[in-house]
């Protein structure tokens, strides 16, 4: 059983910070893509930021600049410092891992941690 748990959300006012780590535990051989989704009230789930296992990174257009992702392989931890937040950075923000396991190779995503920004 693989399990990928968040934390690190919260409420920060504008032009505040926050990082978020996303750990994977359970049966792992190894880890490839991981990647931060974030889904606003009413909207779709979009993709954030994705880190490779060779360490190449892509963002979302918008947040270009001002986060950053970063990975731990020896923890099996991803990690997503954001700064410089702003108001529609607002959302729940989801942790996507692909994991290899005894089930072969699976894509698991965490519960979700909120990021409110707000004065």
């Known amino acids: 059983q693989v399990q990928l748990v968040e934390s690190g959300g919260g409420l920060v006012q504008p032009g505040g910070s926050l990082r978020l780590s996303c750990a994977a535990s359970?049966?792992?051989?190894?880890?490839?893509?991981m990647r931060w989704y974030r889904q606003a009230p009413g909207k779709q789930r979009d993709l954030v930021a994705v880190?490779?296992?060779?360490?190449?990174?892509n963002y979302k257009d918008s947040v270009k600049g001002r986060f950053t992702i970063s990975r731990d392989n020896a923890k099996n931890t991803v990690y997503l410092q954001m700064n410089s937040l702003k108001p529609e950075d607002t959302a729940v923000y989801y942790c996507?891992?692909?994991?290899?396991?005894?089930?072969?190779?699976?894509?698991?995503w965490g519960q979700g941690t909120q990021v409110t920004v707000s004065s």
């Open positions: 880190i490779t296992a060779s360490g190449r990174i």
């Open positions: 359970g049966s792992i051989f190894s880890i490839t893509a």
């Open positions: 996507n891992a692909d994991i290899v396991g005894s089930s072969g190779l699976t894509d698991y």
